[in-house]
């Protein structure tokens, strides 16, 4: 009996335990179950809501590209317009369009393959373009001068791009500069609408949103001798737009500040340095000067369009600013308010340091043309000297460089490699720092190459040297150098040729006697022989010994 009570009692407990076991999994099951179905929903979400987010960038890249489809569209629509406004010229048409049919016509030559034609040409186009809708007599015409090279012949084409006026069949070079407005400015005045006459302050603005540089006259009556000095100024100027007004209102609109008494000049410009009083004698000769001394922006980023008028700039003392786009935004506020001290007085350039086209030939002059740092130079074109800043550019430094540049205080910069090392060399190497010393008053004569690495006929030269040097090695009153001129500089050095010899006589170190470079290693030691006293130490010794 107890054993049958047992047996039941732990079949019982097994049973509660299979069914407590059985329940526990189920509960296990079910909150598994649960969790893995909000996981399934909240990564469902999840994709649903990257799925939504890619869409709307989707739909959002689509709308930018169509509206950039559609600007780029409107562009090419209004290019394409403007291009065909300027008529192409051919064998066929070119008399007709240029001689026989316009009174005035404005013909671009250019070539295919041309970059400088390619930049031009939509700039000619949009140009024809504003002087059509302005109804401006000129017509705008081009040609391609390597497809009919007869007609640019008979235009007048040579290069490209070339641009030629003709008023009534006879041909005038273009003056103007080559953006697009300096094209419309130029062109207006040469078919008699050099000043554009404001009525009203709204006429004004409007004037004034469109053009970055002009000049506005303020005259009571547009008649007597001030009006027509300024006149006879807007025919001559080529480059900037006159504008005129009788009302001082109009003038206070584009020049705030104008005298409202009188007659009034001013120059506005789209720059820190916006508005300039004209305060000197009305005549053609002084208005003219001031544009010439004030039409460029404190600090004038030199480019290729721009580079002419930049060399031939009245302003003679230029200060150039080499560095790359870093370098400028940092120098640019010092730079325009040290400008602003030397205004009229001293023209400051940037230049890119990393066009070589336009930075390399300047900084070549002073041996720098392989810097990646930011380098400041000067120029004075009166006398044609050059300088160099070797301290930091900062603004007190930038200051103090311009206040020697105009005073005439500065050393004058010439390039110089370093001293070498000339110890048992046969031919002195002379570099521009050793000149004085070892050329100029060395009590010795000097026979001195002057060379170049890229002269071919300085080869020949240089064996003869080292000939020659060995021949008369010992000789004390006897130097034989060389200096690479191509970066050694000397004020008293003056090169004509390459290869030149020089001969300095030691009583007359002033006058040195070119020697001719053609002549023989004989004719070389005759010469020697004959102009220099030459005296072989070891010679002098071995006779003392023998008395």
């Known amino acids: 009996m107890f054993t049958k009570m047992t047996k039941s009692k732990h079949t019982f407990k097994i049973i509660t335990f299979s069914l407590t076991l059985l329940i526990l999994l189920g509960l296990i099951t079910s909150i598994i179950a649960s969790e893995s179905s909000v996981a399934d929903d909240n990564n469902n979400n999840e994709e649903d809501d990257v799925k939504d987010f890619q869409e709307l960038l989707a ?13 780029k569209s409107a562009e090419a629509e209004v290019l394409t317009k403007a291009q065909r406004i300027v008529p192409e010229l051919n064998m066929e048409n070119y008399k007709r369009v240029v001689f026989d049919g316009n009174e005035f016509v404005l013909v671009l030559g250019y070539a295919p393959w041309c970059f400088r034609s390619a930049e031009l040409m939509p700039r000619f186009a949009e140009a024809a373009n504003i002087l059509n809708k302005m109804g401006n007599p000129i017509v705008l015409a081009k040609i391609d001068a390597e497809r009919h090279p007869k007609a640019a012949s008979v235009l007048g084409i040579s290069g490209f791009p070339t641009l030629l006026l003709f008023v009534n069949g006879s041909s005038q070079a273009y003056t103007g500069g080559f953006s697009t407005e300096e094209i419309v400015i130029w062109a207006r005045k040469k078919t008699g609408m050099p000043i554009i006459r404001l009525n009203s302050v709204p006429e004004a603005e409007d004037f004034l949103s469109k053009n970055p540089m002009f000049i506005i006259g303020l005259f009571e009556k547009f008649e007597g001798k001030d009006y027509e000095e300024f006149a006879k100024a807007a ?18 609109a584009l020049f705030p500040g104008a005298k409202t008494k009188g ?39 030199l480019t290729e369009q721009n580079s002419i008028r930049v060399y031939a700039n009245p302003v003679k003392l230029q200060v150039f600013v080499f560095g790359n786009v870093d370098d400028f935004k940092s120098l640019l506020a010092p730079l325009q308010d040290v400008a602003r001290k030397f205004k009229s007085k001293i023209l400051f350039v940037y230049v890119d340091i990393t066009d070589d086209n336009l930075a390399k030939p300047f900084l ?45 205080t500065l050393s004058t910069y010439f390039k110089s490699q370093p001293i070498p090392n000339n110890e048992n060399a046969t031919v002195i190497t002379v570099v521009g720092r050793t000149f004085e010393n070892l050329v100029l008053t060395s009590p010795q004569n000097v026979l001195l190459e002057v060379y170049a690495p ?55 170190k ?38």
């Not at 890249?61 to 600007?71: G, N």
């Not at 000789?475 to 050694?488: E, G, K, P, Q, V």
């Open 364 to 408: 070549t002059l002073f041996g720098y043309e392989d810097s990646k740092k930011a380098v400041v130079t000067a120029f004075d074109n009166k006398v044609n000297s050059k300088y160099l800043l070797e301290s930091d550019p900062t603004a007190h430094s930038l200051e103090e460089f311009c206040y020697g540049l105009l005073h005439g």
């Open 235 to 252: 025919v001559a100027d080529n480059e900037i737009q006159f504008a005129e007004t009788s009302s001082s209102e109009v003038a206070e």
């Open 59 to 71: 739909l959002e890249e689509e709308e930018e590209a169509a509206e950039d489809s559609q600007v």
């Open 510 to 547: 002033s006058n040195p006697i070119k020697v001719s470079a053609k002549s023989s290693l004989k004719d070389l030691a005759i010469f020697i022989n004959k102009n220099a006293k030459v005296v072989k130490h070891n010679q002098e010794a071995t006779a003392k010994d023998e008395l």
């Open 263 to 301: 007659h009034f000049l001013g120059l506005v410009k789209n720059e820190p340095e916006t508005h300039v009083a004209f305060e000197d004698t009305l005549t053609m000769g002084k208005i003219l000067q001031f544009l010439e001394y004030n039409k460029f922006p404190l600090v004038t980023t």
């Open 454 to 508: 890229w002269c071919i006929d300085c080869e020949d030269m240089s064996k003869k040297i080292v000939k020659l040097a060995k021949h008369f090695k010992g000789f004390d009153n006897l130097i034989i150098a060389r200096i690479d001129a191509s970066t050694n500089e000397h004020p008293e050095l003056q090169i004509t040729e390459y290869p030149m010899l020089l001969f300095y006589p030691s009583a007359d």
